[in-house]
Nanobody, 122 residues
Framework: QGHLVESGGGLVQPGGSLRLSCQTSGRDFSRGAMGWFRQAPGKEREFVAS???GDTNTYYADSVKGRFTLSRDNDLQMNSLKPEDTAIYYCVAHSRRVITSALRIGTSYDYWGQGTQVTVSS
């Protein structure tokens, strides 16, 4: 049984940076897909970024493209943070390959972390 544990969240001022990490255990996800989703207060959970095995591309939501960078060990570097980035961020993973069109869908991932809070405020 796989487990995901996020770390690195916190309070940051607008324009600042944070780096989120995702520690995995119990299962090898290197040949599957991993990424991040987020959920802001009163809003639905939304896709942030992901990568998948066998694909050199990294996929980003339009709202974070150019500001966030996802590494292959699933660290999420977040720069130029905005108040609208405030949310709980969830690390996600699937142990098998996910088709491109499904990467942005939450149900494509069978493992989710508990989440880490990111608050962007002055």
């Amino acid at each position: 049984q796989g487990h995901l544990v996020e770390s690195g969240g916190g309070l940051v001022q607008p324009g600042g940076s944070l780096r989120l990490s995702c520690q995995t255990s119990g299962r090898d996800f290197s040949r599957g897909a991993m990424g991040w989703f987020r959920q802001a207060p009163g809003k639905e959970r939304e896709f942030v970024a992901s990568w998948r095995w066998g694909d050199t591309n990294t996929y980003y939501a339009d709202s974070v493209k150019g500001r966030f960078t996802l590494s292959r060990d699933n660290d999420l570097q977040m720069n130029s943070l905005k108040p609208e980035d405030t949310a709980i961020y969830y690390c996600v993973a699937h142990s098998r390959r996910v088709i491109t069109s499904a990467l942005r869908i939450g149900t494509s991932y069978d493992y989710w972390g508990q989440g880490t809070q990111v608050t962007v405020s002055s």
